[in-house]
T-cell receptor, first 116, second 113 residues
Framework: DTGVSQNPRHKITKRGQNVTFRCDPI?????LYWYRQTLGQGPEFLTY????????KSRLLSDRFSAERPKGSFSTLEIQRTEQGDSAMYLC??????????????FGPGTRLTVL | AQSVTQPDIHITVSEGASLELRCNYS??????LFWYVQSPGQGLQLLLK??????LVQGIKGFEAEFKRSQSSFNLRKPSVHWSDAAEYFC???????????FGTGTRLTIIP
């Protein structure tokens, strides 16, 4: 049973460059979440997909951020024109759809982004 | 809006000693409460969760937590810590129908021999 995987694990980029991260959820999990975690803080919700539909976006997700989940499988998170403030750990989680209860979210190892 | 407060940024305990990590939440209805652990370079691992029913919940690795509605608290406990418990611990709250989790700022646990 493979867990949630994220690639790359580390990314160093220069300010102004575009970056893209990938998340592969647990097979058959139809919900996928992105969170951002800065140093000394807990994860903060960014966005959430159910299958291929993006159902909620946080105000933290500026116009430079875009997330997709084509075909309801893997997801990508792209950051355009990166800024130093984007440096953080980007976490992906997935959960199964369950009826009537809150679904447990399973987290990947994260992608650490450093913007120079 | 829901929120979580973890008042202790860093706690140091001796190996074999008991542990209690504090968590207070703010939410208008019955919350869904979680404790996660994060080791360096690792993702978040769920330790335990509270949805309803018995207010004392048991989790993995010998951890337990007690939900106290009157105090809006969900403190994590372990009777005897092991060196491998050194990690960052996060309390989180969720609301059914709003799938996002709101996390506290975390408590870093250091274990001394």
């Amino acid at each position: 049973d493979t867990g949630v995987s994220q690639n790359p694990r580390h990314k160093i980029t220069k300010r102004g460059q575009n970056v893209t991260f990938r998340c592969d959820p647990i097979s058959e999990h139809n919900r996928l979440y992105w969170y951002r975690q800065t140093l000394g803080q807990g994860p903060e919700f960014l966005t959430y997909f159910q299958n291929e539909a993006q159902l909620e976006k946080s105000r933290l997700l500026s116009d430079r951020f875009s997330a997709e989940r084509p075909k309801g499988s893997f997801s990508t998170l792209e950051i355009q024109r990166t800024e130093q403030g984007d440096s953080a750990m980007y976490l992906c989680a997935s959960s199964p759809r369950t009826s009537g209860v809150f679904s447990e979210q399973f987290f990947g190892p994260g992608t650490r982004l450093t913007v120079l | 809006a829901q929120s979580v407060t973890q008042p202790d940024i860093h706690i140091t305990v001796s190996e074999g000693a008991s542990l209690e990590l504090r968590c207070n939440y703010s939410y208008g209805a019955t919350p869904y409460l979680f404790w996660y652990v994060q080791s360096p370079g690792q993702g978040l691992q769920l330790l335990l969760k509270y949805f309803s029913g018995d207010t004392l919940v048991q989790g993995i690795k010998g951890f337990e937590a007690e939900f106290k509605r009157s105090q809006s608290s969900f403190n994590l406990r372990k009777p005897s810590v092991h060196w491998s418990d050194a990690a960052e611990y996060f309390c989180a709250v969720g609301r059914f129908g709003n799938e996002k989790l709101t996390f506290g700022t975390g408590t870093r646990l250091t274990i001394i021999p």
